[in-house]
């Protein structure tokens, strides 16, 4: 890479500068009104989407994680320098939760991830120790039959010795049923494996969705 070209792919590449909790959303109405793109966090509950956008903010403050699943009850928009969101979707697949609860957070995933015309991609989540889920293959089905910009990742990484990654990354592929031009990574808000990845990818859909509505 030319030099000129290096410093180009530098200065293009998102910063995550003045991080801020916006506003937890209960209801459609409750989405903030802006002409910003948003990347959304989809996973189970207690899988580790708030720990990564806490490390891609380099903050342990803004987003509220927990040992307690199903902690996240609304849709969570954190402010980027005002050039763009970070929404973190409640999680699913948590027995525990009340059915009516879990009707409701679905009714409200349903409609932002349908009608919201801010959403540039979705950060898919799995742990990378267990194979995927029910949920996480349905969620995954959906993501790809729309086509919405989406890359894969395996979490908590850190727990599981390297020489079991290769073993861990087919059997996470072959459950979801992955095209070889689906993205995919590992991750740990321990260590920052992955995290250049998420960084990457998130400029990426952030500068086509901006190019799309020039």
């Not at 209801?27 to 793109?37: I, Q």
């Not at 020489?163 to 991750?187: H, S, Y």
Request: aromatic residues 10%; proline residues 5%.
């Amino acid at each position: 890479m030319r030099s000129w070209d290096w410093f180009c792919w530098m200065v293009s590449r998102v910063r995550f500068n003045n991080p801020r909790f916006e506003i937890s959303a209960y209801s459609s109405k409750d989405f903030p009104v802006h002409n910003n793109p948003e990347v959304a966090f989809s996973g189970r509950s207690n899988v580790g989407k708030s720990s990564m956008i806490n490390k891609l903010v380099n903050s342990n403050k803004l987003a509220r994680t927990s040992s307690q699943p199903g902690r996240t009850q609304s849709i969570n928009f954190y402010n980027i320098d005002d050039r763009f969101y970070l929404v973190d979707l409640p999680g699913y697949g948590f027995a525990k939760v009340p059915k009516k609860l879990k009707e409701k957070w679905s009714v409200l995933i349903d409609d932002y991830l349908h009608n919201r015309e801010n959403l540039a991609g979705i950060i898919q989540i799995v742990d990378a120790r267990h194979k995927p889920s029910r949920e996480d293959q349905m969620m995954v089905n959906w993501l790809l039959e729309t086509g919405i910009p989406t890359l894969i990742v395996a979490t908590k990484v850190d727990k599981i010795s390297r020489g079991q990654w290769a073993k861990q990354e087919k059997m996470i592929k072959e459950t979801l049923a992955l095209r070889p031009d689906i993205p995919f990574c590992f991750f740990s808000a321990k260590t920052g494996e992955g995290l250049k990845t998420v960084e990457n990818f998130i400029s990426d859909i952030i500068d086509k969705k901006r190019m799309s509505v020039q």
